[in-house]
Nanobody, 124 residues
Framework: VQLVESGGGSVQAGGSLKLSCVAS????????MGWARQAPGKEREGLAA???????HYADSVKERFTLSRDKVNNTLSLQMSGLSPEDTAIYYC????????????????????WGQGTQVTVS
């Protein structure tokens, strides 16, 4: 299984970016998928997750600013980010679990089975 992220880059504070993740296997449409990030010197943190039923979960740090969506036809997961600040600078990773629902422990990254290589987001 391959997850390939795109859409990262540099943006000024207050700006917006949209990240996309394409999965190599259409079967991942039946899995909980989401995004995590890792800032320099910090642990990787879960940002958002979406189950096959469309239910979403967000970390408090990005709630109201980030919106997660999935396109099952194109096998794509997207993260629309707005109101970006330098604190959002990190490598952003797409990930998937081996289950359809994300559950209350969705942010437990050890439970995520598949990971992309990451895309850099820099906010200045």
């Amino acid at each position: 299984v391959q997850l390939v992220e795109s859409g990262g880059g540099s943006v000024q504070a207050g700006g917006s970016l949209k990240l996309s993740c394409v999965a190599s296997e259409r079967g991942l449409n039946r899995n909980c998928m989401g995004w995590a990030r890792q800032a320099p010197g910090k642990e990787r943190e879960g940002l958002a997750a979406i189950g096959v039923d469309g239910s979403t979960h967000y970390a408090d740090s990005v709630k109201e600013r980030f919106t997660l969506s999935r396109d099952k036809v194109n096998n794509t997961l997207s993260l629309q980010m707005s109101g970006l600040s330098p604190e959002d600078t990190a490598i952003y990773y797409c990930a998937a679990r081996d289950r359809a629902t994300c559950g209350s422990n969705w942010a437990a990254l050890s439970k995520w089975a598949y990971w992309g290589q990451g895309t850099q987001v820099t906010v200045s």
